[in-house]
């Protein structure tokens, strides 16, 4: 089969496409290359819809699109906020880690719902819309159902399928506000082997008549990784039974593919996007060719992953928005003076719209608000996500309104965050380069962090305004970060500050390492910065 490439559109990624309208997945890397976890995937029409999750991380609940499989552009997100419950940086208390968790899509009778579960507030919430950019509609259970699955029976009832080691099916109200009183509830399946993690991550299905609950399970026997489970049934009150369907790490580190649906194309070919963890960079979503034999799913090749396949591209003239994106923070405003970011963009937390703005003449101005000790209790951070196998980001810092103690910069954020970061001390400006070192950081899930961070690079500014420069480098697990500046002067050249940084990924954040554009003050709050063309470019 002859290839032809893809008409590159402003970044985006590049596949390359065969005769006939298809597309060439190289089975053996991640499809996205950036942390995108917990993939639900469904399809409407010749449409793809992928939703990821989002944790503490706002705009929430993304929703990406595609027409191929393989190529994705965010189509929406699900909610603004979480008023106030779940992702709030309250004093030196943080959601990291909390949030929206693994969330379930479906598309019935014409209305596109979503559901998922939030930790810190122990409740589960649901979505419903007629169009994927909404309107949504909330409700919500009092009740924290793990990593649950939307699923409709053909009369009607709808249920969600739930659970951690006990994996549970209960009816709800057609409402969604609730259990059905005396509606149909039971156990589907047990945890009975010597895990690490017992069953979870469950997406549920009804095809051909008959019931599939899919899960992934992570055994101390074996390879030790986390691997993709399917159990079956001919009907809800029958015994599930099943098996390992992928046991695949795909050469990387022993991080087994798995959690995530499976969706049925428009020619009759089915196929599952799961995760990976893949370090630093987060957990990957990775799409794998699914057959059927006597009624039951088999994944990949032999219970793997294989090394090439082909996908047909419903729209193979589309030219998609890329995933990540430089900004020179020029926008128009709206009616009332508000303005909406790039789509691309997310804030580390739940945002107060009183202490940032875009200036007339370009740029994005953040106000501190409170005291922080460090970069990761700092209000309005905006981030992106990293790509790998590597990525490199620069920006304009503008700190002439900073206040003594303030910090302003270019953050790698995670737990064990740097940050490169104009500082005013004693009336002067300097560089600053600041690091959390594993040692010195609790990465276990709900740890917060309340100390200031080590500088280990300084350099005297002439001025408050300085171009710098962020590199991250995933390849093989690699996992690391640096910092330069642009030298001022005619021979301009950029200059490292501070020394390579470690990064890792923790269940204290539970996300894959960002690029963030950060504000925070050590002593009184109400300085401000401003950020002036973002530059994002992605490494193949």
Known sequence: MSLRTRRRGNGADMERTGQGGTVAVMGRRPLIGADF????????????????????????????????????????????????????????????????????????EGRFFVSFAARASGRTFFYTSEKVEGPWKKTCIEAYLHDGSLFFEDDGRVFLVYGNSEIWIRQLKPDLTGFKEGGFARKLLTEKDDVFLGHEGAHFYKIDGRYYLFTIH??????????????????????????????????????????????????????????????????????????????????GCKGKVPE????????????????????????????????????????????????????????LRIITGKICSNVTQAVNTLTQRLRMPATAVEVTVEAGELNEGDFAGLCALQGCYAMAAVTKQCGRYDLVMIQRLKEDKDLRAGANDYLPGKVAGRVRLAQPSVRLKMEADFSGGTDQVSFSYLEPGEGKRWKRIGPRHALYFGLDHF??????????ATRKAGGSAVFKDFRYEAKR
């Open 37 to 108: 976890p917990d993939p639900e995937v469904i399809r409407v029409g010749d449409i793809y819809y992928m939703l990821s999750t989002t944790m503490h991380f706002l705009p929430g609940a993304q929703i990406l699109r595609s027409y191929d499989l393989v190529n994705w552009e965010t189509a929406s997100y699900v909610f603004d906020s979480f008023d106030g419950q779940e992702a709030c940086l309250d004093g030196e208390k943080s959601g990291y880690g909390c949030g929206m968790w693994a969330g379930s899509m479906r598309f019935h």
């Open 218 to 299: 992570w055994p101390r026997a074996g390879h030790g990784r986390r691997t993709q489970m399917c159990f079956s049934s001919d009907s809800l009150e029958g015994e599930f039974s099943g098996g390992t369907v992928l046991d695949d790490d795909l050469g990387f580190a022993n991080c087994g593919v798995a959690q995530g649906g499976i969706v049925q194309a428009g020619d009759g070919q089915w196929y599952s996007i799961l995760l990976q963890d893949h370090g630093a960079v987060g957990r990957v979503p990775v799409l794998v060719p699914v057959e059927w034999k006597d009624h039951f799913p088999v994944f």
């Open 308 to 363: 090439t396949f082909f996908v047909r591209d419903n729209r193979p003239s589309y030219v998609y928005e890329p995933l990540y994106v430089s900004d020179s923070f020029s926008y128009q405003t709206g009616p009332e003076g508000l303005c909406v970011l790039k789509k691309q963009w997310q804030w580390n937390h739940e945002p107060d719209p009183l202490l940032w703005s875009v200036l007339p003449e370009g740029g």
């Open 511 to 520: 996300t894959g390492c960002r690029c963030g554009l950060a504000v925070y």
